[in-house]
């Protein structure tokens, strides 16, 4: 069965400093990946997309970016965090977009 | 531009039935998901429509009316642990999901 790691859970990180957060799939290949951000009450906010090793699409230009070194890993970044970037970061994945997304458990992110 | 509308809160009652209602306005359509997710919690699959009519998985059903841009999930016999949130997206024609904000769902005893 296919399952979708993504860590850490709770991250607190003061204004300026990076960020990396991992998310892996294991028991699928060639999976599509997503990134996305959830503001407190708020929907869901795509952030980045992959279909492959090294294609990355980008939503929504800021000071996040994405990698995806390996086949099914997929690395959210920042050089620099804002206190704007503080959210609920969700990993995902499907094998095609009519089986609906898995998300990973989410990791809670706040800039202080 | 694209849109999904959706309440963003309603409560009920232990052991009623519930209708979260879904409206959308996208470029194209190529599903419609339900998405349930609890506080704190990653969003978990509940349904998915492509055709028009009704879906039934135990105690929740989801309904699509494409002519209509109208969608709803249908909860019965309500327990504590529904209380949620509860996500519509749509599938546009791009195969791009397109998410609403969201229906809190809130059950008292």
């Known amino acids: 069965s296919q399952t979708i790691h993504q860590w850490p859970a709770t991250l607190v990180q003061p204004v300026g400093s990076p960020l990396s957060l991992e998310c892996t799939v294991e028991?699928?290949?060639?999976?599509?990946l997503y990134w996305y951000r959830q503001a407190a009450g708020r929907g869901l906010q795509l952030l980045f997309y992959s279909v492959g090793i090294g294609q990355i699409s980008s939503e929504v230009p800021q000071n996040l970016s994405a990698s995806r070194p390996q086949d099914r890993q997929f690395i959210l970044s920042s050089k620099k965090l804002l206190l704007s970037d503080s959210g609920f970061y969700l990993c995902?994945?499907?094998?095609?977009?009519?089986?609906?997304?898995?998300f990973g458990s989410g990791t809670r992110l706040t800039v202080v | 531009g694209q849109n999904i509308d959706q309440p963003t809160e309603m409560t009920a009652t232990e052991g009623a039935i519930v209708q979260i209602n879904c409206t959308y306005q996208?470029?194209?359509?190529?599903?419609l998901f339900w998405y349930q997710q609890h506080a704190g919690e990653a969003p978990t699959f509940l349904s998915y429509n492509v055709l028009d009519g009704l879906e039934e998985k135990g105690r929740f059903s989801s309904f699509l009316s494409r002519s209509k841009g109208y969608s709803y999930l249908l909860l019965k016999e309500l327990q504590m642990k529904d209380s949620a949130s509860y996500l519509c997206a749509v599938l546009d024609s791009n195969y791009q999901l397109i998410w609403g904000a969201g229906t809190k769902l809130i059950i008292k005893p």
């Open positions: 996208t470029s194209g359509f190529n599903g």
């Open positions: 028991g699928t290949s060639n999976p599509n």
């Open positions: 995902a994945w499907t094998r095609t977009e009519h089986y609906g997304y898995t």
